[in-house]
């Protein structure tokens, strides 16, 4: 009897007995994380935010600059202007990026390493978040594997201004994993509360999708909790409510309000970017289409739509609409759906993939509530020839997917071959072009991007300021200006500039009158069209007419050196020496060290027979190397 009892037992599987790979689950992490991601740490930048963090913000990335990093938007360490659009408070990020910078200034390979780092720490978690949710410690690491393979997870790895979805992804699963151990322990454990309410707090300072972790909390401790102690309801409630408190307190004080309707913003982005959910289901399940800087319009949603019409069905038919399934549902919802949001729903959107570095954890609950794995064992071949298959292809898309973000021409070629489409990537490669001083490339590839969007006046800008003043061509840039003002006629700015072309570089002073002009009608007090006016018609000898427009600069910018320069000219044509010197003495105060006023100066008072005046600016225009005539030097021994 004892014998065939021990028989028995000898023929049922036992997956973590017999199978070494289930025994020591954080080395098996670690070492498919080390083997998949070790080649970033030679990688470069991509020159596609990186750069500003890593390169632009060295000055302000440190730690005496932490207190600021609280008080302003995540691009204020980039010297970052316009930060009346920007929404982005993420502050742990530039705490992270300061610790980079003291520990390796401008060097690549440390905010690498941390990326590995966090993507090593990220699955830990994961592993030990699984298990908490009472999946098979075999079934929780072998999920745990695919998540930390998976081809979509790449650009928050490999891309140095993805690491905040892995920072928030780390806080978000210690804060849950601490909120279940508090809720099913009997009794109230500080140690699990603290650790889940600072948690919280890092997740929502690290990104703002993070406060969706309230609903996470709230579906758990309803559908899935056994222990229904009003106690630590209302205790984990409240530490929950207090972060979000703080967070929302600190956010309000850096940032400014939103502009426009938050609503119509909500329901514009819905409509414009909703269905983009079945874009990202696609790149989940088929990740074969990925793109570092994937645009709106080069989706394609059919697939995904398949895929989502799909698990609805197997999820009916195999009849595993469980409490669990919903929970993932909800995960993957809940983290996705707020990236997809826009102040205005009408410009381009960009369904980048690091974005889903912490929804995928969602689909993988979901994936494991539908096969209903009670736990793997690697001797069935089925079980081990399907894992080991989905694991070799993700490696092997996702190690070649990686080296995308090797430097930035790789860059740039996938997201252009990839999307062609965006806008920004054509864009982006243009400012690397320049870089290069590849001006005829990079004006090509503003043109693309004009071709997607043609009501984007800074492209067509940047193209005739190209064609100007790198290509030597003021034919093609004076096109590209009229275009700005096509898209926009009260750009004043592509007015003048239309003017500037014809007057300094085709030296045609009848049109630049007229586009000056032109200037001015749609802005009467343009300092830049008055002035040029003004030199105009002082060249001209008009000098009434001349000085008519160069008051008129002085009116609006009584400091302009150039106005009071030639408006000093204008009064030295009439020979009213004295008047010239007056205006000359006022550019002299703004600007003491301009060359051709004190030479104007020098020049005026040897007209004014003044030796003392003359002699002073004579020595100051011999001190900025310049030449003094041989007239006032012979003048100013004489005397």
Same mark, same amino acid.
């Given at each position: ?37 070790? /080649?970033?740490?030679?990688? #470069? ?6 750069? #500003? ?8 990335l ?8 609280? =008080? ?22 530039n ?10 200034? #401008?060097?690549?390979? $440390?905010?690498?390493?941390? *990326?590995?780092?966090?993507? $090593? ?19 929780s690491? %072998? ?8 081809? @979509? ?7 140095i ?47 703002? %999708? ?5 609903l996470i ?12 102690s ?39 982005? @819905?409509?414009?970017?909703? +269905?983009? %959910? ?19 319009e080069?989706?394609?949603?059919? +697939? ?5 019409? #799909? ?7 195999? &009849?595993? $609409? ?11 919802s ?5 990236t997809?949001?826009? /102040?205005?729903? /009408? ?5 980048? !993939? ?8 969602? @689909? ?6 539908? $096969? ?15 894992f ?20 930035p021409?790789?860059?740039?070629? &996938? ?10 990537a ?17 004006? *090509?590839? +503003? ?13 067509t ?5 190209i ?24 750009s ?12 300094n ?38 000098? !009434?007419?001349?000085?008519?427009y +160069? ?27 004295? !008047? ?10 703004? =600007? ?34 310049? /030449? ?12």
């Amino acid at each position: 009897m004892t014998k065939k009892k021990s028989s028995v037992i000898s023929r049922q599987p036992s997956v973590i007995n017999q199978n070494w790979f289930f025994t020591h689950p954080f080395k098996i992490i670690f070492l498919t994380c080390i083997l998949l991601y070790a /080649q970033i740490l030679t990688f #470069g930048l991509v020159y596609f935010d990186d750069h #500003g963090f890593v390169l632009l913000a060295k000055d302000a990335l440190k730690f005496s600059n932490i207190p600021e990093f609280f =008080n302003h938007s995540v691009f204020w360490v980039m010297g970052d202007t316009s930060q009346q659009y920007d929404i982005f408070y993420r502050p742990l990020q530039n705490v992270l990026y300061a610790i980079c910078n003291t520990i390796a200034s #401008g060097q690549p390979w $440390i905010y690498h390493c941390f *990326g590995l780092s966090f993507h $090593i720490l990220a699955c830990f978690a994961l592993f030990i978040f699984l298990k908490e949710l009472k999946f098979h410690s075999s079934v929780s690491l %072998v999920f745990t594997i695919i998540y930390s393979v998976h081809p @979509v997870l790449v650009q928050s790895v490999a891309w140095i201004a993805g690491i905040g979805d892995q920072m928030v992804t780390i806080f978000s699963l210690v804060s849950i994993i601490c909120f279940i151990k508090l809720i099913s322990e009997p009794k109230f454990n500080p140690k699990y509360f603290l650790i889940h309410f600072f948690a919280f707090l890092f997740a929502l300072f690290s990104k703002e %999708v993070s406060v969706m972790l309230i609903l996470i909390f709230i579906f758990y401790l309803f559908f899935l909790n056994k222990n229904k102690s009003k106690r630590l309801l209302l205790l984990s409630s409240a530490g929950c409510f207090f972060a979000a408190t703080i967070y929302f307190l600190f956010r309000k004080h850096a940032l400014p309000p939103m502009y426009g309707n938050i609503f119509d913003s909500l329901t514009g982005s @819905v409509k414009a970017n909703g +269905l983009l %959910v079945f874009e990202y289901l696609e790149k989940i399940f088929l990740p074969y289409r990925l793109s570092p800087i994937p645009s709106r319009e080069d989706a394609q949603i059919i +697939l995904g739509g398949i895929i989502f019409i #799909g698990l609805i069905f197997f999820f009916v038919f195999r &009849k595993r $609409i469980t409490a669990m399934a919903i929970f993932g549902v909800l995960w993957f919802s809940v983290f996705l759906f707020p990236t997809l949001i826009q /102040q205005n729903p /009408q410009a381009h959107f960009f369904a980048f !993939e690091h974005r889903l570095y912490l929804p995928l954890i969602g @689909v993988l609950i979901m994936v494991i509530e539908l $096969i209903n794995l009670k736990e793997i064992n690697l001797n069935l071949p089925f079980q081990k020839y399907s894992f080991a298959l989905l694991l070799i292809l993700f490696f092997g898309i996702t190690f070649s997917h990686s080296r995308t973000f090797n430097n930035p021409h790789t860059f740039y070629d &996938k997201a252009l071959s990839s999307s062609p489409q965006s806008v920004v990537a054509y864009n982006g490669y243009a400012k690397l072009l320049l870089k290069d001083e590849k001006y005829a490339e990079a004006v *090509g590839a +503003l043109k693309k991007s004009f071709q997607y969007e043609p009501k984007d006046i800074q492209t067509t800008g940047k193209i005739a300021e190209i064609y100007l003043k790198n290509l030597n061509n003021p034919d093609e840039a004076i096109i590209w200006f009229k275009k700005t003002l096509e898209i926009d006629s009260s750009s004043i700015e592509a007015a003048v500039s239309i003017g500037d072309a014809y007057w300094n570089f085709l030296h045609d002073t009848l049109n630049a009158i007229i586009w000056y002009n032109h200037a001015l009608k749609i802005n009467s007090a343009n300092e830049f069209a008055l002035t040029n006016l003004g030199v105009i018609y002082t060249g001209k000898g008009k000098n !009434e007419e001349a000085k008519k427009y +160069l008051s008129q600069a002085l009116h609006s910018n009584p400091k302009s050196v150039l106005a009071l320069k030639w408006m000093a000219i204008s009064y030295f044509n009439e020979g009213k020496i004295s !008047e010239a010197v007056n205006y000359l003495m006022k550019a002299f105060e703004t =600007n003491p060290d301009d060359g051709d006023v004190l030479r104007n100066l020098m020049i005026c008072y040897y007209k004014l027979n003044d030796a003392v005046n003359t002699k002073k600016f004579a020595e100051l225009v011999f001190k900025n190397k310049n /030449q003094i005539p041989v007239e006032i030097e012979k003048y100013i021994r004489k005397n």
